[in-house]
């Protein structure tokens, strides 16, 4: 086995237990005033942040320490800066990116259960592995997991351990889905609504982030959304989307010239204190829609903000 097989099986080994348990802390502090103030981009999405999130990945920055060692060759890129980072690699091929609380808005308003807890471990050119646990998705949570070229989506059951929960699901295919014109749109500022009219009047049905039913990630296993339209994506989250589509036989491209996304660069966006891709990133499991996503916004502002 090589060096990052074995990172990889011993996270899918280690970690879904842990982020069981992050849920769980997740749900109790949700009922408490856990709110922060230290972002300030100007995005209400953007700069929410809570207690949760610096408590869960000090758990998930501990847990692959002591539970998978083998991790400890990659560099860790979290959205917060909790748990003890220095135990990585400074310099590594590899990266391992956390979200410990994916939706945070609507987590702290108490808005909506789409909100999850993330993972996954990537090179520059491709998402090697993805781990993701929506905990008030269903009655005890809801499980996304991709390895290899096996994705698992479904409901957890906490009567038997997470990892046999995980094995247990059938793998979704590219053949089990339905097509689905539905697409999450979110980065572009105030003009959230009106770019979403675009992609709908271009025959698909953009959706903005009030409007979804949930996490994006399942909706897109599941096959009640086809991708997503994204300005300046963040790596922490986005490239489980890219994951997803491109082991359904999708993609996501930048609008602008059509070339499939990679990670050789990041933009520093300071004002919400996160690394992005820059640009428009479309993601799609289907490759017409790809299409019909890049005609439509390929002219569009290629810049975050306005000033």
């Not at 769980?24 to 300030?40: C, G, P």
Request: net charge negative; proline share 5%; aromatic share 8%.
């Amino acid at each position: 086995m090589n060096h990052i097989g074995l990172v990889i099986d011993q996270i899918s080994e280690g970690l879904p237990g842990v982020m069981r348990w992050a849920g769980a802390i997740a749900r109790e502090l949700r009922q408490h005033n856990i709110s922060l103030t230290n972002k300030t981009s100007g995005y209400a999405t953007t700069d929410a942040l809570t207690l949760a999130d610096l408590t869960i990945q000090e758990l998930l920055v501990g847990a692959l320490r002591d539970n998978a060692p083998s991790s400890l060759i990659c560099r860790i890129e979290g959205e917060e800066e909790t748990g003890d980072l220095e135990a990585f690699a400074s310099d590594s091929d590899y990266v391992i990116a956390l979200d410990p609380i994916d939706g945070t808005k609507q987590f702290r308003d108490k808005t909506g259960d789409g909100y999850a807890i993330m993972l996954h471990l990537r090179n520059a050119e491709n998402v090697l592995y993805s781990l993701v646990f929506m905990p008030a998705m269903g009655s005890e949570g809801t499980w996304l997991e991709i390895k290899g070229d096996r994705i698992r989506c479904g409901p957890d059951d906490c009567s038997r351990s997470a990892r046999d929960v995980l094995d247990s699901m059938v793998p979704i295919t590219r053949e089990s889905l339905q097509e689905s014109r539905n697409i999450y749109m979110i980065g572009f500022q105030d003009e959230d609504a009106a770019k979403a009219k675009l992609v709908s009047d271009a025959g698909l049905v953009g959706h903005v982030p009030d409007q979804m039913p949930g996490s994006i990630y399942p909706l897109m296993a599941l096959g009640e959304f086809g991708g997503s339209l994204i300005h300046t994506p963040n790596i922490y989250d986005f490239p489980v989307s890219l994951h997803l589509a491109r082991i359904l036989g999708g993609n996501a491209i930048w609008v602008h010239n059509g070339e499939p996304v990679h990670f050789r660069e990041l933009w520093n966006d300071e004002r919400a204190g996160m690394l992005r891709l820059p640009g428009i990133v479309a993601c799609a499991i289907f490759p017409e829609h790809l299409t019909v996503l890049s005609q439509v916004s390929r002219t569009w502002d290629q810049n975050r903000y306005k000033f």
